[in-house]
């Protein structure tokens, strides 16, 4: 009879250790990974949407260089966290600094930009 008792309490002990309110929030960390790939194709995908704080990696998987700074062309003022990816050899990856003013940042490749690069152009959203 003492056993029926500690199976229940046990049940009752499991149900509230999960899910109750000292548990970690289910949304993603502002380290979480946001991955923009540049092929010969071109950017993808071209626009992403993350967390303030966030960094995104940028992999080169084309055959050419590209270097990847922030909007306007040739200044790269606008988003200076991205300038940290800078020159990608084939193969190489990079992240961006923090990206921690919400806001929308564009971005380009340096040495092909739009318009005869458009496509190796895109956005980061901040949100």
Do not use: W, Y
Request: charged letters at 15%.
């Amino acid at each position: 009879m003492g056993m029926r008792r500690l199976l229940p309490a046990a049940a009752i002990i499991v149900l509230t250790g999960c899910g109750g309110s000292g548990s970690s929030p289910a949304s993603p960390s502002p380290g979480g990974e946001t991955t923009i790939t540049i092929t010969s194709s071109g950017v993808s995908p071209s626009q992403v949407n993350i967390s303030q704080g966030t960094r995104v990696l940028f992999v080169n998987n084309d055959t050419k260089s590209h270097n990847v700074a922030s909007d306007p062309h040739p200044e790269h003022t606008d988003c200076p966290p991205i300038n940290n990816v800078g020159l990608l050899q084939p193969g190489q990856s990079r992240e961006t600094g923090n990206m921690t003013t919400v806001r929308t940042c564009g971005f380009h490749d340096h040495d092909d930009p739009p318009p005869g690069g458009v496509k190796f152009s895109g956005r980061i959203v901040i949100q």
